[in-house]
């Protein structure tokens, strides 16, 4: 039995990009754990609030975790941006990332819309 939250396309989304970043930084140089732990920390907050704000009762509670993911979207945008400009991943790369973050930023404002 799947959960809800788990058919969203947003959720899977996020998911998705969790993965690509957690890939992507696997390559990275030795000394930059700082920014590794960072923008994985970031892209899998996107998921986990979506999945803990679709278990919540209340609308208000949704909304806040949902307020969270989307938080998570726009931090992972700096850090996208220092990995590129210390030429850990390419501007193609980068682009492309930013790109799911800006769909994903704009799904989860639905999200939060549904509640107010």
């Not at 899977?12 to 030795?30: C, W």
């Not at 850990?88 to 790109?99: D, G, N």
């Amino acid at each position: 039995m799947a959960f809800l939250f788990e058919n969203l396309h947003v959720y899977q989304k996020a998911v998705d990009l969790a993965e690509q970043i957690s890939n992507l930084t696997d390559h990275f140089p030795k000394g930059t754990y700082y920014l590794v732990d960072q923008v994985n920390r970031a892209a899998l907050s996107i998921s986990l609030n979506i999945a803990e704000g679709n278990g919540k009762f209340t609308g208000n509670d949704k909304k806040n975790f949902f307020f969270i993911a989307r938080g998570s979207t726009h931090e992972c945008v700096p850090l996208l941006e220092i990995s590129k400009q210390k030429g850990f991943i390419s501007e193609p790369e980068c682009v492309k990332l930013r790109a799911q973050l800006e769909e994903i930023a704009k799904m989860i404002s639905g999200m939060v819309k549904r509640y107010e």
